[in-house]
């Protein structure tokens, strides 16, 4: 089951495949500059299934970043083409990254761009908002900017901090957004494409296998 994982440069997308794992597996930057310039993909287990989490070189990267925003884009394509044409290596669940700081307008962009046009609206997608390890209650920040992301459909959302290795945190905070992307990934996987974009919320009993 592949979760490809995408969004901005600096978003945290490799964190966030730390954080479902628990331990240090994709290589993070501690900067806004990139560290992913080719896919990398991580098997993981957890709550007795198997996946495959598929890091994403960072959109709208800047000339300090290790590759370009037209080949990120470029990569994200055919990566995703390449696992829709694939019969036994399809796409289970779209994962898009974006900071909290970020504005709506790049993840509108990309959600069209992606989600829309290539996948055509055919595997379910979920927004993880990360950089909130300062908000009193993360959840809160959904709350506060849900009227943002008008025009645009998530199966789920997260809102969590991917800094699990640092110690300054405490700890019930960083397991908890472990717990939260891992629910995340259970509550919304499909072991199959949504057919002819079908709604997304009919895929949740035609499509879903969350045993």
């Given amino acids: 089951r592949n979760i490809v994982i995408f969004g901005e440069t600096g978003s945290g997308k490799s964190s966030i495949i730390n954080t479902i794992a628990q ?4 290589k993070t930057s501690n900067d806004a500059h990139g560290c992913t310039s080719t896919s990398q993909r991580y098997p993981v287990e957890f709550s007795g299934q198997r996946f495959v ?3 994403t070189a960072g959109l709208r990267t800047g000339t300090a970043d290790t590759v370009s925003a037209a080949k990120a884009e470029k990569r994200l394509k055919n990566l ?7 019969k036994l290596d399809e796409i289970s669940l779209l994962v898009y990254c974006m900071d909290s700081t970020i504005a ?6 990309a959600y069209d761009k992606f989600y829309s ?16 390890e300062k908000e009193t209650h993360m959840e809160s920040w959904w709350d506060t900017n849900v009227k943002k992301f008008k025009g645009m459909y998530f199966e789920g959302h997260a809102c969590v901090t991917t800094l699990w290795e640092h110690t300054s945190l405490p700890n019930h905070i960083t397991s908890e957004s472990g717990d939260i992307l891992r629910k995340l990934v259970i509550d919304n996987y499909a072991d199959l494409p949504i057919a002819n974009g079908l709604d ?11 045993g």
């Fill in 23 to 26: 331990k240090q597996l994709a």
């Fill in 53 to 55: 989490l598929i890091d």
């Fill in 80 to 86: 995703l083409r390449e696992l829709m044409n694939s």
């Fill in 104 to 109: 709506t307008s790049a993840l509108l962009e």
């Fill in 117 to 132: 046009g290539i996948c055509q609206k055919k595997f379910p997608i979920v927004v993880v908002i990360t950089g909130l």
């Fill in 200 to 210: 997304s919320a009919m895929s949740k009993s035609w499509f879903k296998k969350k």
